[in-house]
């Protein structure tokens, strides 16, 4: 069974561009959630969809946003970069509720 | 908000023997789990607790749950160089809207052969 894949595994943009992450969930999965991961802040809860609807939304300012399709493939969004959101972004998908979360390998963002 | 803190921070030991890591949380769970990171790569799963559960092996890991302490410990025995990582403790808090998982700041592991 295939894991959680995430693409681009490592992108590069300018302050105030926009970028589009993707994640592929393990098939069958309907939850999927995405983490930023810095060095100064650990791993942060930014957003989680099921069934291509947003149920939890974390502390994170309006130009993240994010979108889940009818086959369970999610993408997230950042408009307007900023160098702090250089990071580790993570893509996590479960089964259900009270389930293992299984994470893909991650997407590298660097803002210069 | 991280709920979870980890103890210790960073822990060193020798190859073939035993490692504890422990992690304190505030607020009630559904579950707890814990993850491994090498080097800034994806999180790799290894075990879930539930908040009915006690103790959960598998292989070489041995999770223990005290919800009236709020705390899980992750015990690693007869560690190998390739357990030399990043450990974290993610909660699913039970609180309706909470997030999906709340992170500790991790341990940092190192087995030194």
């Known amino acids: 069974k295939a894991g959680v894949t995430q693409t681009p595994r490592y992108l590069i943009k300018t302050r105030g561009q926009q970028v589009t992450l993707s994640c592929s969930p393990i098939?069958?999965?309907?939850?999927v959630s995405w983490y930023q991961q810095t060095p100064g802040q650990g791993l942060q809860f930014l957003f989680e969809?099921?069934?291509?609807?947003?149920?939890n939304k974390g502390n994170f300012p309006g130009r993240f946003s994010g979108r889940q399709f009818s086959n369970s493939r999610s993408e997230m969004n950042v408009s307007t970069l900023e160098l702090g959101d250089s990071a580790l972004y993570l893509c996590?998908?479960?089964?259900?509720?009270?389930?293992?979360?299984?994470f893909g390998q991650g997407t590298r963002l660097t803002v210069v | 908000s991280q709920q979870g803190e980890e103890d210790p921070q960073a822990l060193s030991i020798q190859e073939g023997e035993n490692a504890t890591m422990n992690c304190s949380y505030k607020?009630?769970?559904?579950?707890l789990q814990w993850y491994r990171q090498n080097s800034g790569r994806g999180l790799v799963h290894l075990i879930l607790?539930?908040?009915?559960?006690r103790e959960k092996h598998s292989g070489r890991l041995r999770v223990t749950l005290d919800t009236s302490k709020k705390s899980s410990s992750l015990l690693i025995t007869a560690s190998r160089a390739a357990d030399t990582a990043s450990y974290f403790c993610?909660?699913?808090?039970?609180?309706?809207?909470?997030?999906?998982?709340?992170f500790g700041q991790g341990t940092r592991l190192t087995i030194n052969p």
């Open positions: 607020t009630s769970i559904n579950n």
């Open positions: 607790i539930r908040s009915n559960e």
């Open positions: 993610a909660t699913a808090p039970s609180i309706q809207g909470a997030q999906k998982l709340v």
């Open positions: 969809y099921f069934s291509e609807t947003q149920r």
């Open positions: 996590a998908s479960s089964l259900a509720d009270d389930y293992e979360a299984f």
């Open positions: 098939s069958g999965h309907r939850s």
